[in-house]
T-cell receptor, first 111, second 114 residues
Framework: GQQVMQIPQYQHVQEGEDFTTYCNSS?????IQWYKQRPGGHPVFLIQ?????EVKKQKRLTFQFGEAKKNSSLHITATQTTDVGTYFC???????????FGKGTKLSVKP | DGGITQSPKYLFRKEGQNVTLSCEQN?????MYWYRQDPGQGLRLIYY???????QKGDIAEGYSVSREKKESFPLTVTSAQKNPTAFYLC?????????????FGPGTRLTVL
C-alpha cells in the first residue's frame, strides 16, 4: 500500500515560535487528511485537502497540499501550550482503499 | 449525545487470556475500524468493516478477531496468539462514501498484559 512519511518525529519549541510538520509520498496522493491527538487522548480530525496546491487556514494553522499532490504540510504560527500533541497525516492509499496514517509528529511547547 | 464509546478505558489481563474490547457508535456510520497505537509507531490498522456481517483484515490482523453483527457495534478480541498485546487500542467509524471519509475516533482502551 501507499506510504506517507512524516517528519520530524519530534519537535520541541518555545511558546510563540512557529512549527511545521511535513507529510511526503513518493506517489501522487488522492487527498490528505490531518488529525491531532492530545496527550492521553484520541485523534481528532482537523482538515482534508483534495486539490493540487490547495491551502486552507484554521486560525493559526495553515495546511498546504503540494502542486504535485505528493506532499503536504501543517504550519502553526506562534505556538501556544494548547497546541501540544501529536499531529498525524493520513491518506486513503491503502491496498484495500483504507486510510494510511503517517507516524506522526509529536509537538511539545515550552511556556 | 452522539459519538463512539469504548470500554473499559484501562484493561489488565494475564498472559494467555483472550480479552474483548468494546466499541459502540450511535453516529449511524457504516464503516468501523480498529487501530493499534504503540509509542513512535503511529496508528496501525488491525481490522475494518464497511458493512454489517462483513470485515476485512488490516495490516496487523494476526492474533486478533472481530465481529460485526450490528451496525452500532464492532468488538475486537485480542487472542492469546497475539505475541505483544500491550498497547493503546483505538476504534473509529466513518460514513463510508469513498476515499474522502473523515474518521471519528473513540477514547481508546489501554490494554496491559501482565
Amino acid at each position: 500500500g501507499q506510504q506517507v512519511m512524516q517528519i520530524p518525529q519530534y519537535q520541541h519549541v518555545q511558546e510563540g515560535e512557529d512549527f511545521t510538520t511535513y507529510c511526503n509520498s513518493s506517489t501522487t496522493l488522492s487527498n490528505i487528511q490531518w488529525y491531532k491527538q492530545r496527550p492521553g487522548g484520541h485523534p481528532v480530525f482537523l482538515i482534508q485537502l483534495v486539490k493540487s496546491g490547495e491551502v486552507k487556514k484554521q486560525k493559526r494553522l495553515t495546511f498546504q497540499f503540494g502542486e504535485a499532490k505528493k506532499n503536504s504540510s501543517l504550519h502553526i504560527t506562534a505556538t501556544q501550550t494548547t497546541d501540544v500533541g501529536t499531529y498525524f497525516c493520513g491518506n486513503y492509499g491503502g491496498s484495500q482503499g483504507n486510510l494510511i496514517f503517517g507516524k506522526g509528529t509529536k509537538l511539545s511547547v515550552k511556556p | 449525545d452522539g459519538g463512539i464509546t469504548q470500554s473499559p478505558k484501562y484493561l489488565f489481563r494475564k498472559e494467555g487470556q483472550n480479552v474483548t474490547l468494546s466499541c459502540e457508535q450511535n453516529l449511524n456510520h457504516d464503516a468501523m475500524y480498529w487501530y493499534r497505537q504503540d509509542p513512535g509507531q503511529g496508528l496501525r490498522l488491525i481490522y475494518y468493516s464497511q458493512i454489517v456481517n462483513d470485515f476485512q483484515k488490516g495490516d496487523i490482523a494476526e492474533g486478533y478477531s472481530v465481529s460485526r453483527e450490528k451496525k452500532e457495534s464492532f468488538p475486537l478480541t485480542v487472542t492469546s496468539a497475539q505475541k505483544n498485546p500491550t498497547a493503546f487500542y483505538l476504534c473509529a467509524s466513518s460514513i463510508y462514501t469513498g476515499r474522502t471519509d473523515t474518521q471519528y475516533f473513540g477514547p481508546g482502551t489501554r490494554l496491559t498484559v501482565l
